[in-house]
């Protein structure tokens, strides 16, 4: 088999056979395939797409090409969550401990920034001393002592899709559905959890702009996720707007620490708790919704969620003292308030577009080896709906300089609509998919 030829008959809109994508995948990540040959592929495959079988072998491929993880040892179902990717979408720092107060082990495999949208990894790193690279003995050792881990694909776990996620966030071939689900779900299953929420995004901000296209990537992935005997909970949640206020790594920590505290913004705390309701009735900590939700609540207002998030990020390597103190956290040397230009209801805060201003800023990467700027980033003040005076801050921009900062103010403004009457926010929650 020559990857070439692989890569002309996928061009040439040919189904492949699962040899040939286990030949390509498994030889890419061994590093016999080079970047610009999986590139190739890459886009091929995003132009042309892949039958269910093929997605299915591509996943099986990308999950054989490290080792796959088993809990069983831990005497516990472990609860997976994983999200398509957002804007602001700092879920997992809040609903991992939270599921953890109500007893139930979280063992996650992440990822990084991802296009305009943000990543787990990149967020947990701004961090003082947290490790996400962790060998598979650290992993299970962490899980066992903590309750929490969550880390990145290393050489031995799922490394196919550590090195094609990184090619795809710099090649336009990110919003794919065989990429996308192959690349989720290849990490849940190699994750080893026994159930799995998935929080699939759909709008602006979200790789699936329609409704329709993501119960179709929600089902596809249940049914990969149900092939190999995982349960699978599909939520089809709003990423029109940015989730919550903050959107760059230490201002998202920072805000997930808040809504721990029991604060944070309303929308951020409401997706967080259906989000790890469905997780805790998954994992058997509950018997329905209501109950788990009154546990969960129980646990943002005992301190028990934010004490679990102390010992998950101590037992990681980081400084657990930034749960009572965020200003320990990196912060951007220069601040920028953006005032609104008028007064009117907030009709459109375009999430992709403040995506991707902060990742002008510096929080997300233009090249596979660009480093992140954890400081900087967006610190929205208001939310799709709300009427706002002329003048009022609308927003605050961290940035590395007056120039960036400026930059990020105008394009910041370019990403609001104003309307002259009320208008409707969009739904958190569109729909839950319990079954396909
Ligand atoms: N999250 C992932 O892990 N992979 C994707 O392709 C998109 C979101």
Redesign the pocket.
């Known amino acids: 088999m020559r990857a070439v030829e692989i890569i002309a008959k996928k061009r040439d809109g040919l189904p492949l056979t699962p040899e040939e994508i286990a030949f390509f995948v498994q030889g890419y990540a061994r590093g016999d395939i080079p970047d610009y040959q999986a590139a190739a592929w890459l886009m091929a495959v995003y132009l042309r797409g892949m039958t269910e079988e093929e997605i299915i072998a591509l996943t099986m491929a990308m999950v054989h090409s490290g080792e796959v993880i088993d809990l069983s040892a831990l005497g516990a179902p472990v609860v997976d969550k ?4 957002g804007v602001g979408d700092k879920t997992t720092l809040v609903v991992a401990p939270l599921v953890a107060a109500v007893g139930l082990p979280v063992a996650k495999m ?2 990084r920034g ?1 296009g305009f ?1 943000g990543g787990t990894l990149d967020k947990l790193e701004s961090i003082p001393g947290m490790r996400v690279s962790l060998s598979l003995e650290e992993f299970l050792e962490t899980v066992r002592r903590t309750g929490i881990v969550v880390a990145s694909q290393t050489a031995h776990l799922v490394p196919a ?1 550590g090195k094609l ?1 990184a090619l ?1 966030d710099v090649t336009a071939t ?1 919003e794919s559905i065989p ?2 689900a192959s ?2 779900m290849s ?1 849940k299953i190699a994750g080893g959890a026994s159930a799995i929420v998935l929080d699939v995004k759909v709008g602006r901000g979200a ?1 699936m702009a329609d409704l329709a296209s993501a119960r179709e990537l929600a089902r596809l992935m249940m049914r990969i996720g149900q092939g190999v005997g995982r349960r699978v909970v599909a939520v089809l949640s709003d990423m029109n707007q940015p989730l919550g206020l903050a959107v760059g790594n230490a201002l998202e920590v920072a805000e997930a620490i808040e809504t721990l505290r029991g604060g944070g913004p309303h929308d951020l705390r409401e997706h967080c708790l259906a989000v790890a309701s469905e997780m805790a009735v998954l994992g058997g900590a509950a018997n329905d919704v209501p109950e788990a939700r009154q546990a969960l609540e129980q646990a943002l207002a005992s301190g028990a969620a934010l004490e679990r998030f102390r010992a998950w990020i101590a037992g990681q390597g980081g400084d657990p003292r930034v749960a009572d103190d965020p200003t320990l956290l990196p912060q951007a040397p220069y601040r920028l308030v953006v005032p609104a230009p008028r007064e009117g209801y907030l009709a459109a805060l375009d999430a992709q577009e403040i995506g991707l201003t902060a990742v002008m800023l510096g929080a997300g990467r233009a090249r596979k080896e660009d480093a992140i700027d954890p400081r900087v980033g967006i610190a929205l003040m208001h939310k799709m709906g709300e009427d706002i005076p002329r003048g009022e801050p609308l927003a605050v921009i961290h940035a590395a300089d007056e120039a960036s900062a400026q930059m990020a103010a105008q394009r910041v403004l370019a990403a609001c609509q104003w309307a002259e009457a009320p208008v409707q926010a969009p739904p958190l929650i569109y729909d839950i998919l319990r079954g396909v």
């Open positions: 994983h999200s398509t990717g992440s990822g991802l949208s899709d996620y795809r990110v990429l996308i690349s989720v990490k790789f």
